[in-house]
């Protein structure tokens, strides 16, 4: 398909799953899209990759299910037949030098009941949970961090045990620093509702458990899973978007970063990209904070100053393959590690186990991985990779008993891979969207905002796009709309695939 040259022309920076996201809503909506990515791959964190043969995910490796964004534009781009839900969902916490099956009946590792984490914490540490509801209640103002709020209700431990691997490892971050309010949304306004956080944690179960599974999930197959992957890779996604936008007839330039923007009139902008000089009717920065806030110091300092403030946490993920008939490993996905007991690794995945297409696709191998590093332990990145190897080799014969040795090994470092959620992120962002706000034709969108996971960046991109849309069409994008509701329900396998 042949963009309209008389249509309003978008450009889009950054050609990470948010970039595309906006890339594909917009030219499925019939503007000109150029996106511009200043690396030579497409897909940001989401990367597909192999290990001795075997296709694997070196990034993102799932899709939150329970939200429709990510599943909706996996199906929008001839995906849907390739989305599995995991083989296994259950998980262990490597806590104390024993691996403990992961609790139930909790909110991102708060439990509900402290009859739920015994056999995790000690028993002092159950009896200080199960005090919660005899304690006064705790006001909360506008924000507060999740660690010293569940610390100072249900004791410590079950933060080091339990928040931390949880919550913590989402945003490789420290719990005693994240946002309840941006991290877990539905807990801080129970907690806000109820006296204690007991109650605040069952009243969000009971919403949960009200709540059927979405269509999405169950359109494709998926039921209730709370969590999807895709065949041959979650990586695979970026180049299926990419391969829609180009047949809306958008354009994708890669190893060409933007430097520079120019205000032109009222409301125009002129994009500065190498030795490209791009006219748009509206920009669209879908890059981190740091080079987002360059491109803005000049035009909105305010909003600079704010997003040069949003730090990032580094980390990296070492991929192992080996001889399946040398491996014996627990059932399971795999297993958390809390920060507090001092090891290399914070997560292993057991790949093989938990997705039927890694096992598929190398029968005569088993797959894992590890994750290291977090907010602050930057040192762990320059480490060697061999050294990465041996570490996370000695932890997990620790851990399992694993004693084979790998066949082949990957180490794929994400320097700056995940941004913060400290207390008052969203008051920071509410204020950087402020004064860009006041910038006609140009906004923001990215893991940044509004969540770092797959389908919050897609939604932040569907967000954006539409306020540009709606402004360059006078206020009505409904044609957007209309026309990706139609792609996003179309039949599994329909569309592009990459």
């Given at each position: 398909?042949?963009?309209?040259?008389?249509?309003?022309?978008?450009?889009?920076?950054?050609?990470?799953?948010?970039?595309?996201?906006?890339?594909?809503?917009?030219?499925?909506?019939?503007?000109?899209?150029?996106?511009?990515?200043?690396?030579?791959?497409?897909?940001?964190?989401?990367?597909?990759?192999?290990?001795?043969?075997?296709?694997?995910?070196?990034?993102?490796?799932?899709?939150?299910?329970?939200?429709?964004?990510?599943?909706?534009?996996?199906?929008?781009?001839?995906?849907?037949?390739?989305?599995?839900?995991?083989?296994?969902?259950?998980?262990?916490?490597?806590?104390?030098?024993?691996?403990?099956?992961m609790p139930k009946g909790h909110v991102m590792g708060v439990p509900g009941?402290?009859?739920?984490?015994?056999?995790?914490?000690?028993?002092?540490?159950?009896?200080?949970?199960?005090?919660?509801?005899?304690?006064?209640?705790?006001?909360?103002?506008?924000?507060?961090?999740?660690?010293?709020?569940?610390a100072a209700r249900m004791g410590p431990e079950v933060v080091d045990r339990?928040?931390?691997?949880?919550?913590g490892g989402v945003?490789?971050?420290?719990?005693?620093?994240?946002s309840m309010r941006a991290a877990v949304p539905a807990l801080f306004e129970a907690a806000r509702a109820h006296p204690t956080l007991t109650d605040a944690v069952r009243a969000v179960q009971r919403a949960g458990a009200a709540v059927p599974a979405d269509a999405a999930g169950a359109a494709t197959g998926l039921g209730g899973s709370v969590f999807a992957g895709v065949e041959g890779g979650v990586g695979t996604l970026p180049g299926a978007v990419a391969g829609a936008v180009r047949a809306a007839g958008g354009e994708i330039v890669p190893n060409t970063p933007v430097t520079a923007l120019r205000r032109t009139g009222a409301t125009g902008w002129q994009v500065v990209a190498g030795d490209r000089v791009l006219t748009a009717d509206a920009v669209l920065l879908a890059t981190p904070a740091g080079p987002a806030a360059a491109l803005l110091a000049e035009h909105a300092p305010a909003a600079a100053s704010g997003l040069g403030a949003i730090e990032y946490a580094s980390m990296a993920l070492v991929t192992l393959a080996f001889r399946r008939a040398d491996v014996s490993l627990p059932a399971g996905s795999g297993f958390l590690v809390p920060p507090v007991d001092g090891r290399t690794i914070k997560a292993?995945?057991?790949?093989?186990?938990?997705?039927?297409?890694?096992?598929?696709?190398?029968?005569?191998?088993?797959?894992?991985?590890t994750s290291v590093g977090r907010h602050g332990e930057e040192e762990q990145l320059r480490r060697e990779d061999a050294d990465l190897v041996d570490a996370s080799l000695e932890d997990l014969a620790a851990a399992v008993g694993l004693a084979a040795r790998p066949v082949a090994t990957v180490v794929t470092r994400w320097a700056g891979g995940l941004p913060q959620y400290p207390v008052g992120h969203l008051a920071r962002v509410a204020r950087v969207r402020e004064a860009v706000a006041a910038l006609p034709g140009l906004r923001i969108a990215g893991a940044a905002y509004d969540g770092v996971g797959i389908p919050a960046c897609i939604?932040?991109?569907?967000?954006?796009?539409?306020?540009?849309?709606?402004?360059?069409?006078?206020?009505?994008?409904?044609?957007?709309?209309?026309?990706?509701?139609?792609?996003e329900t179309a039949p599994p396998g329909a569309g592009h695939s990459s």
């Open positions: 398909m042949n963009a309209d040259t008389t249509a309003p022309h978008v450009v889009v920076a950054g050609g990470g799953i948010t970039g595309l996201a906006a890339a594909h809503r917009l030219a499925l909506a019939g503007h000109r899209v150029t996106l511009l990515e200043a690396d030579g791959r497409l897909g940001g964190k989401l990367l597909a990759g192999e290990v001795a043969g075997a296709p694997v995910d070196l990034g993102a490796e799932s899709l939150l299910a329970r939200r429709p964004e990510a599943v909706a534009l996996a199906r929008a781009v001839g995906l849907g037949d390739r989305l599995q839900a995991p083989a296994t969902t259950t998980a262990s916490v490597w806590s104390r030098g024993d691996l403990v099956p009941d402290a009859r739920a984490v015994e056999g995790l914490l000690s028993e002092e540490g159950v009896r200080r949970i199960a005090a919660d509801p005899d304690l006064p209640p705790t006001v909360i103002g506008d924000d507060v961090a999740i660690g010293a709020y569940v339990l928040v931390e691997p949880l919550l945003y490789a971050g420290d719990a005693h620093r994240i292993s995945t057991f790949s093989s186990q938990k997705w039927r297409w890694v096992a598929d696709a190398a029968p005569d191998l088993f797959v894992l991985r939604a932040s991109a569907h967000r954006a796009a539409d306020e540009i849309a709606g402004a360059l069409t006078g206020g009505t994008p409904g044609r957007a709309d209309e026309i990706i509701a139609t792609s």
